[in-house]
């Protein structure tokens, strides 16, 4: 992993996408890191984690190559976007969660039904009438669909808690 402008170290980095997969109930996020973003660098040949300002990114341009780009023009988007760092913290793209959803035997989970999901989408609560199945009572979870699509994260919370 590389810093594309020098602004995040790659541990940084790795440490807060650690950190946000902890959040949602992995025992041992180190290891579902590195098995899934390790699996993702390798499908594509000479990709690499990449920061962009705030952005990371899943690119097959190294950073030595992009760094010459950035110089020449404003570079915003390149490769997969896979979250944000924000104050070092993590914030998830739909393609990170796509890519530990296989983990979910591991994570904090919550499924919920066709008028849920709507909601959810919509920035709206999810009440328990809209939740056909989950993996803990409370705490930080993955939202998905009845297809086990991974629509988001959210926190669990009973009675306004």
Request: glycine share 8%; with cysteine.
């Amino acid at each position: 992993m590389n810093a594309a402008e020098g602004n995040q170290d790659a541990n940084s980095i790795e440490g807060a996408m650690v950190a946000f997969i902890q959040k949602i109930g992995a025992e041992n996020p180190e290891k579902i890191f590195h098995t899934r973003i390790e699996r993702a660098l390798s499908r594509e040949s000479c990709s690499e984690l990449v920061v962009l300002g705030e952005e990371v990114f899943l690119s097959k341009s190294s950073s030595e190559e992009l760094e010459k780009k950035i110089e020449l023009q404003k570079v915003v988007y390149c490769g997969v976007k896979r979250g944000t760092i924000k104050d070092g913290i993590f914030i998830p793209g739909p393609n990170f969660l796509n890519d530990i959803v296989p983990f979910l035997d591991e994570l904090n989970y919550v499924i919920v039904n066709e008028r849920a999901e709507w909601l959810f989408l919509c920035g709206r609560d999810v009440f328990k009438e809209g939740i056909v199945r989950k993996s803990l009572s409370r705490g930080n979870a993955l939202v998905l669909n009845e297809r086990m699509e991974c629509l988001g994260y959210g926190k669990i919370e009973t009675n306004g808690s």
